[in-house]
């Protein structure tokens, strides 16, 4: 059986079973309040509940070229508002003027009624009017665009829809959500992502597909081999545009929207306005209406924490030894570099915890495998790079543990956005290493 011990690193590859249930580090819980006089075998205990790995923390400058964020704004122990306000919809599902057999794949696929964003962009965009909506991924913006466009593509068979996605994974995530609505409806679709070969998409796009939904790189390939006609899609869905800014897809993007044709219908979505956004809007949209969705306050439903961590403590076993509790069911770590995501699921798997990872260096099939492997439980931990991460769609996340500090306050939002989704609460545990 494997027993961690202190002055020796495991081989091999334990079973999780053979974990030790208790932890190599005396100090409380995430979560737990510190209980008097216990202490941790690194430091004394410290009021409010906070992890603590070591002696008080000293450093006033974070390292690795980030912007300095005020580790009290990685904390908001408050439990999750007992009254979190109920969006009540002004329409249900069954007054949009949308097809009966689109109404029961909806019902179907267990929505219940419209999230805000639904609520507010679906009667416009079914009215043909473009549409700025601004909302964070996890609030339903992928229904808000497909629920009518399914229906625009089914009552006009010779409207096709092209769908631009900063990534791979949100491309495959947005196919996915569209294959599940419009099971039996014979609506095709192809996903034209870079990172894949390009002829299976050549192939399909010489037949006919109603959504097309691929990233710029790889559209603006598939426009230069004249494999895709742009001229076709009177219907444009930009989603997360201000993270294809961020990413420096500019260039494609104006490209693209340069040979689309007019009058159009175009569907903006980003969880960010700033003037960069308001000038592409004004360049790319006509008369838009705006549908801005609150934006999630992911203080109220996200549990947040730092874990501070002394020197000489190795911040791999304090993750080790958190991630053994049984709360942590379904961990998502966040890490600066694609080397050191790589290295740390490595260090986790020798370790016996079922551990992937996501980062640029990998390939798309790999991508997905890990992505699979986490989202079905196969695997209990993902350690991702910000880049990686945004924007996927990841159900019941329990905790998120920032590894590395994120570069900005921003990225913060994101990582812990990935947990406490859809009316669940999540918590987040933030690595702060002191210095002598
Ligand atoms: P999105 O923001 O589009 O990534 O959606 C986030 C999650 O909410 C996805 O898992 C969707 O399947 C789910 N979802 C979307 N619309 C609804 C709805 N009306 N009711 C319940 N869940 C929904």
Do not use: W
């Amino acid at each position: 059986m494997y027993q961690r011990t202190q002055s020796s690193a495991p081989s091999g590859r334990p079973s999780r079973e053979g974990r030790p249930q208790q932890s190599r580090f005396s100090s409380p819980r995430p979560g737990s309040p510190s209980r008097g006089g216990q202490g941790s075998r690194f430091g004394a205990p410290r009021s409010g509940g906070a992890p603590r790995y070591g002696a008080p923390q000293r450093s006033k400058k974070q390292r690795g070229g980030g912007e300095y964020i005020d580790p009290s704004r990685f904390i908001n122990t408050t439990p999750p508002s007992q009254t979190e306000e109920v969006f009540v919809p002004v329409h249900a599902f069954s007054d949009f003027v949308i097809s009966p057999e689109l109404k029961q794949a909806i019902a179907a696929r267990g929505y219940s009624k419209p999230t805000p964003i639904q609520d507010g962009s679906i009667p416009y965009v079914l009215q043909g009017k473009d549409i700025i909506g601004i909302a964070n991924t996890g609030t339903g913006k992928t229904g808000a665009f497909l629920i009518p466009l399914i229906d625009k593509v089914r009552k006009s068979r010779h409207e096709q829809v092209l769908i631009i996605v900063p990534t791979r994974e949100l491309a495959i995530q947005i196919e996915d959500e569209l294959r599940a609505i419009t099971k039996g409806l014979k609506i095709y679709s192809v996903c034209a992502v870079g990172g894949v070969s390009i002829s299976p998409q050549l192939r399909a796009l010489r037949q006919k597909n109603e959504f097309v939904i691929g990233t710029p790189g790889r559209l603006k390939d598939l426009v230069e081999r004249r494999a895709l006609n742009l001229k076709d899609y009177a219907t444009i869905v930009l989603d997360e545009a201000d993270r294809m800014l961020d990413m420096g897809f500019i260039d494609d993007m104006r490209y693209i929207m340069e040979r689309m044709p007019t009058p159009r219908q175009t569907l903006f979505f980003s969880a960010t306005l700033s003037p960069d956004i308001e000038r592409l809007v004004g360049q790319f949209l006509t008369d838009p209406v705006r549908v801005m969705v609150k934006k999630r306050d992911t203080s109220k439903n996200v549990h947040q924490d730092v874990v501070r961590i002394a020197p000489g403590i190795d911040k791999v076993d304090v993750l080790h030894d958190l991630i053994g509790h049984p709360d942590f069911a379904k961990v998502l770590v966040f890490g600066r570099t694609k080397h050191g995501v790589e290295k740390l699921a490595g260090i986790l798997g020798k370790r016996g915890i079922r551990a992937e990872s996501i980062h640029g260096n990998k390939s798309h099939g790999q991508r997905q495998r890990a992505l699979q492997n986490f989202k079905q439980n196969r695997a209990q931990v993902l350690v991702a790079t910000d880049v990686a991460a945004r924007g996927l769609d990841i159900p019941a996340v329990t905790h998120v543990i920032n590894f590395d500090l994120p570069n900005t306050y921003d990225d913060y939002v994101h990582r812990i956005g990935r947990t406490g989704r859809a009316d669940m609460s999540g918590k987040a545990l933030t690595f702060i290493e002191s210095r002598n």
